[in-house]
Each structure stands twice: as structure tokens, then as C-alpha cells.
């Protein structure tokens, strides 16, 4: 079964950029699609983006508003989530899931997600 590793969260400003990791182990990497989340405590977790092989990028909620960008590198099984002029209501837990095959496919497996704290 795939596994999963977040890294590149961390203590940030407002108006800066983080880039986060997610990197697989195990599995195939092209059977699956990878997500990205957050998720506050105490709030309902968000999606915010994902890319498959077959599909793509794509977007959700707060990310189709362009400060997001999703992309993979095939050759170190690692997906990216790219976050520009990050905002204080932006600090969450960011985990990444594997997706079977799609998107839209169900939850394989999470990551243990990288805290992202942005002071204003």
C-alpha cells in the first residue's frame, strides 16, 4: 500500500509562499491521484487541490482562487502544493491523500500532514 510523507510546513508571514512535499512510498505511483487538504481543529477538513496522471490538476474551495498550485514530479513520486500570499486564515494542518486511480476516487491512504502557521 502507498504510503505517504508531508514536509514543508512551518512558521511563515503573511504575504509569504510555502511550498509543501508530499512524497510516496510503496504502490504504484501512477495508480493513483494525489489530494491535497487542510484541516483546522474543530472545523471540517477542506480540500484544495489534486493531480492525477490521467486528469491532470485540479482545484477546490478556496484554491480556485489562484494563490494554489498543484504539480507533481513523476521521477521522485512527489506531489507539490504551492501556496503564494499566504494569509493568517490559511495556518491548518495540510495532509495529502492517495486517491484510487482518480480524483473522485476514495481514500487509500493519508499522509500525517505538515502544520502550516502563518503570523500576520
Given at each position: 500500500?502507498?504510503?505517504?510523507?508531508?514536509?514543508?510546513?512551518?512558521?511563515?508571514?503573511?504575504?509569504?509562499?510555502?511550498?509543501?512535499?508530499?512524497?510516496?512510498?510503496?504502490?504504484?505511483?501512477?495508480?493513483?491521484?494525489?489530494?491535497?487538504?487542510?484541516?483546522?481543529?474543530?472545523?471540517?477538513?477542506?480540500?484544495?487541490?489534486?493531480?492525477?496522471?490521467?486528469?491532470?490538476?485540479?482545484?477546490?474551495?478556496?484554491?480556485?482562487?489562484?494563490?494554489?498550485?498543484?504539480?507533481?514530479?513523476?521521477?521522485?513520486?512527489?506531489v507539490y502544493l504551492q501556496v503564494n500570499s499566504l494569509k493568517p486564515e490559511d495556518s491548518a494542518n495540510y495532509y495529502c491523500a492517495a486517491l484510487?486511480?482518480?480524483?473522485?476516487?476514495?481514500?487509500?491512504?493519508?499522509?500525517?500532514?505538515?502544520?502550516?502557521?502563518?503570523?500576520?
Amino acid at each position: 500500500e502507498v504510503q505517504l510523507v508531508e514536509s514543508g510546513g512551518g512558521l511563515v508571514q503573511a504575504g509569504g509562499s510555502l511550498r509543501l512535499s508530499c512524497t510516496a512510498s510503496g504502490g504504484t505511483f501512477d495508480d493513483y491521484a494525489i489530494g491535497w487538504f487542510r484541516q483546522v481543529p474543530g472545523k471540517a477538513r477542506e480540500r484544495l487541490g489534486c493531480v492525477s496522471s490521467t486528469e491532470g490538476s485540479s482545484y477546490y474551495g478556496v484554491s480556485e482562487k489562484g494563490r494554489f498550485t498543484v504539480s507533481s514530479d513523476i521521477a521522485k513520486k512527489t506531489v507539490y502544493l504551492q501556496v503564494n500570499s499566504l494569509k493568517p486564515e490559511d495556518s491548518a494542518n495540510y495532509y495529502c491523500a492517495a486517491l484510487e486511480l482518480y480524483c473522485s476516487g476514495y481514500e487509500v491512504s493519508w499522509g500525517q500532514g505538515t502544520q502550516v502557521t502563518v503570523s500576520s
